[in-house]
C-alpha cells in the first residue's frame, strides 16, 4: 500500500462508520467465508455497495433464514464445496457452492450471478450440482429417499 492510500484510508477512518477490509481473498471468497461462519454481519458489510439494495436485502434475509435453520439443527460452522447451477431454466452453468452443516449435513447451495466478470447477484439455487462426486450421489440418495412412490401417492387423501 502506498503512503498515499494509507494517508487516504486514516482520512476515511476518522469519518467514522468505516470498515476497512484488508484481504488477499477475492470478494467472493470472503463472501463464501462469512456464510461458513454464519457470520451475518460480515455479509452485510460485504455485500454493501455490491449488489443492488433491493437483491441485497433478499439475499440477506433468505441466507439468516438458512442460518436459523442451520443452528436449529445444532450446526455450528458450514463445510463449502463448489459447483454449479445445473438448471436449463435458470442460471446454468453459474458457479457457487453448497454448504454443508457440520452436524446435520442439512445443506444449502448458493450461486454467484456475474455480467462481465462483474457479480450482480448471490442467490440460493435450486437445481445444484457439486463438483465433488461423492456427495453428488449422497445427495441424490437423500432426495431418492424423500421421493413418494406411485402407491403412496394414491394413498394421499387429497
Known amino acids: 500500500m502506498t503512503p498515499e492510500q494509507k ?3 486514516e482520512q476515511l477512518l476518522e469519518m467514522g462508520d468505516v470498515t476497512y477490509i484488508k484481504s488477499d ?5 470472503l463472501i463464501v467465508k462469512a456464510i461458513s461462519e454464519m457470520d ?3 455479509l452485510e458489510i460485504l455485500t454493501e455497495n455490491y449488489l ?3 437483491k441485497r436485502e433478499e439475499f440477506l434475509e433468505d441466507i439468516n433464514s438458512k442460518f436459523n435453520k442451520f443452528k436449529e439443527n445444532n450446526d455450528t ?3 463449502a464445496h463448489s459447483g454449479s447451477c445445473n438448471a436449463y431454466h435458470c442460471n446454468i452453468g453459474a458457479s457457487g457452492y453448497t454448504f454443508i452443516g457440520n452436524n446435520s449435513n442439512t445443506y444449502c447451495d448458493i450461486i454467484f450471478e456475474n455480467e462481465n466478470g462483474v457479480c450482480t447477484d448471490i442467490c440460493l439455487c435450486l437445481k445444484f450440482k457439486v463438483d465433488d462426486i461423492f456427495i ?4 441424490e440418495k437423500e432426495l431418492d ?3 413418494f412412490t406411485d402407491e403412496e401417492l394414491d394413498d394421499l387423501p387429497f
Not at 481473498?25 to 471468497?29: A, F, K, L, P, V
Not at 453428488?136 to 445427495?139: D, E, S
Request: charged letters at 35%; a neutral charge.
Open 77 to 79: 460452522h458450514l463445510i
Open 7 to 9: 494517508i487516504l484510508i
Open 52 to 54: 443492488s439494495e433491493d
Open 40 to 42: 451475518l454481519e460480515q
Open 25 to 29: 481473498s477475492s470478494r467472493n471468497e
Open 136 to 139: 453428488n450421489k449422497v445427495r
Open 145 to 147: 429417499s424423500c421421493r
